[in-house]
């Protein structure tokens, strides 16, 4: 999802290939050869693997406005830290939370997931100063990095009954998420949330090889 | 008074605080380096680094920035001499593609072996040579990652020229073959000679006798 915005910002026109699930294209086995994942940005036979890295191509390479990385040096380490946050300590926790399956699990699984959360908020607004995004006026890495995890947070917040995104605790980024999902760069991106759980249902049936009708 | 004042704080032995030196060395910025005791963190390293008080940390002009490889981006884009990263945005893109892969399935894949015994350890190692191979791939005849000249993928993976035959000769593992992997095993040489480096890296000896004892420690690992 997350080149799909940062083109969409760029206003690049893109041919999107979808893979199925369960089964890799040559085309992505040629192409991501080391990974064999999704995402894989093709660029006149370029290949680019790992979503931060082709969103960091595509904003150096289409460096016409609007930017998505910050032009400050410092700015734009902020913006890394807190990617690459989000995609190695609090997603791998957040999935972690959305496949336990017993309730004691879910209590201790819970924290570092609503840590990591406030932690996003405090930074939201050290970023934000004031403004829409974390990227300022305009969506930014992080914006990106984050936002793209929203659905699978909503499918958390359901399959696990647990709030994560609270207008007490993390008001700044209950209203961000409002506004991210209704940019015009991300809407028709983001998929609906109940396709996602019902997707999140086959793969932890897949996970647990359980028949997914009982 | 230096009108940028550029500080390091971190430990003798951190693989990722040595990134951050080769880096500033060979952009010849000067720099005051702070030695830090993780197993006794100062409150200087919790007031700088809450989330994860961990080392590096680099402090230029008050601003606190962490993670040693965003370090080697932000020191790159600061200093704009003996640039480290490519200019070409895929080149660009290839060198921070591979540094995340060595981080993640060579690195850590190593130090898994290296914390492990009998069967984890095993496994651990073979998974680390199949990731070898991929980097044995990207060094082919090249001298350094960056070309001709060291850069930011050949200081990303420099842990390998210096740490991982410490790790190998303490736990027995044995990752890098150099008949297996000669283009890897060249590329250490050259790693290891280039002038910045030779003179900054942790004393051998010494490291031996770090991760001797940091072994003796694991809990997975039985006392003689």
């Known amino acids: 999802m997350r080149p799909w915005i940062a083109l969409n910002i760029k206003s690049v026109n893109y041919e999107f290939l979808e893979e199925t699930f369960g089964s890799k294209s040559q085309l992505l086995l040629q192409s991501n050869p080391v990974h064999k994942k999704i995402p894989v940005l093709i660029h006149v036979d370029k290949p680019i693997p790992e979503s931060l890295i082709i969103v960091q191509y595509i904003d150096e390479l289409w460096s016409s406005s609007p930017s998505i990385l910050a032009s400050d040096p410092y700015d734009h380490a902020i913006e890394r830290f807190w990617a690459a946050y989000t995609d190695e300590k609090w997603f791998p926790a957040l999935r972690g939370l959305r496949v336990a399956q017993e309730d004691e699990e879910r209590k201790a699984l819970k924290g570092p997931v609503i840590e990591g959360i406030v932690l996003l908020e405090e930074a939201f607004g050290k970023c934000s100063k004031g403004k829409a995004f974390f990227g300022g006026d305009q969506i930014g890495l992080i914006d990106i990095a984050f936002g793209c995890c929203l659905g699978w947070l909503k499918v958390t917040e359901k399959l696990s009954r647990v709030k994560l995104l609270d207008e007490e605790k993390t008001p700044g980024l209950v209203k961000w998420a409002e506004r991210f999902c209704a940019d015009g760069a991300v809407k028709g991106v983001m998929p609906e949330t109940e396709k996602l759980v019902e997707f999140s249902k086959v793969l932890l049936a897949k996970l647990s090889g359980a028949p997914t009708k009982k | 008074m230096a009108n940028q004042e550029v500080k390091l704080l971190s430990l003798w032995v951190s693989r990722f605080g040595r990134r951050v030196e080769w880096a500033l060395k060979l952009k010849g910025v000067d720099y005051e380096y702070i030695e830090e005791d993780i197993f006794n963190k100062s409150s200087l390293l919790l007031e700088l680094n809450p989330v994860t008080q961990k080392v590096p940390v680099l402090v230029h002009d008050g601003k606190v920035i962490l993670e040693s490889l965003i370090i080697l981006e932000y020191i790159d884009e600061t200093w704009k001499q003996n640039p480290l990263l490519p200019q070409d945005p895929y080149e660009r893109a290839q060198a921070r593609f591979w540094a995340k892969f060595a981080e993640e399935k060579v690195m850590d894949v190593a130090w898994t072996a290296f914390c492990s015994l009998g069967e984890e350890k095993e496994k651990a190692e073979k998974l680390a040579i199949e990731a070898v191979e991929k980097i044995e791939e990207v060094i ?64 051998r000896e010494r490291m031996l006798v770090y991760f001797h004892q940091y072994r003796k420690t694991l809990s997975s690992i039985p006392h003689p």
């Open chain 2, 140 to 203: 082919k005849g090249k001298k350094f990652f960056g070309g001709e000249s060291i850069g930011y993928l050949d200081i990303a993976l420099g842990w390998i020229a210096h740490w991982l035959p410490i790790w190998e000769e303490v736990a027995s593992v044995h990752i890098v073959d150099p008949i297996k992997f000669p283009a890897t095993t060249a590329w250490v040489k050259n790693f290891l000679n280039h002038g910045v480096i030779k003179d900054n890296l942790p004393e």
